[in-house]
Structure formats: C-alpha cells, structure tokens
C-alpha cells in the first residue's frame, strides 16, 4: 500500500522560506512521475513542480526561481524548497506520484493524473 505524506507547512511572512517534505511509504518505482501541486481558497488546484523520470525539474511560471523540487532517495521522499514567498502562494500542497510509463510526466503533470497523492499541508504567507 502506497502512501504519501506532505509536512513541513506553516506560517511564514513575506519573504521567508520553507521547505515542503512529501514522505512515501511502500514500494514507488524510481521512474515514477513526481510532482508537487498547491490549491487556493476558491481556486482550482494548480500545477508547481514536477520531475520527470530521468529527475529532470519542471516549474510552473509564477514559481520559478524561487522554488526548487527535488528527490531525497536516502529518506524516500520528495522536497519543495520555497523561497522569497508571497502571499500569493498561500495555499494548500499537495505530492502527487505516478509510476505508470506509458504516458510522459509531462502528459501527467498537466492533466494532474496521478496514481497517488497525499493530503496535503498548509502554507500561509502573511505579514
């Protein structure tokens, strides 16, 4: 039984940092599809990093260069460094996996069609 598990959510003012931790338990091939998405209050879910099979990152516009995903294979787990926040990316996140190969990440990843994925973990930023 796969499961999935994000941590590392809280408050943090304009400006600040946190790192996002998504845990998986079970067997997840390494090939898998990895992604991390986040949904607003009143908003629909929304793509905001993914890696691809060959570990290969993805970044949604609003996001990138200040966000950085990543694989920690030793702790089975995979990472959303955030930096200089906004309050506009107050949300909801989520880690979705994928390790079906017929289809590319990137067909997954902009569909979000994702085997597994885990609850989620609050993100505020507010002054």
């Known amino acids: 039984q796969v499961q999935l598990a994000e941590s590392g959510g809280g408050a943090v003012q304009p400006g600040g940092s946190l790192t996002l931790s998504c845990q998986f338990s079970?067997?997840?091939?390494?090939?898998?599809?990895l992604s991390w998405f986040r949904q607003a209050p009143g908003k629909e879910r929304e793509m905001v990093a993914d890696?691809?099979?060959?570990?290969?990152?993805t970044y949604a516009p609003r996001v990138l260069g200040r966000f950085t995903i990543s694989a920690d294979i030793v702790k089975n787990a995979l990472l959303l460094q955030m930096d200089r926040l906004k309050p506009e990316d107050t949300a909801r996140y989520y880690c979705?996996?994928?390790?079906?190969?017929?289809?590319?990440?990137?067909?997954?990843?902009?569909?979000?069609?994702?085997?597994?994925w885990g609850q989620g973990t609050q993100v505020t930023v507010s002054s």
């Open positions: 079970g067997d997840i091939p390494r090939r898998s599809c």
């Open positions: 979705a996996a994928e390790p079906r190969e017929g289809y590319s990440c990137d067909y997954h990843y902009t569909r979000q069609l994702y085997t597994y």
């Open positions: 890696l691809d099979r060959d570990r290969l990152p």
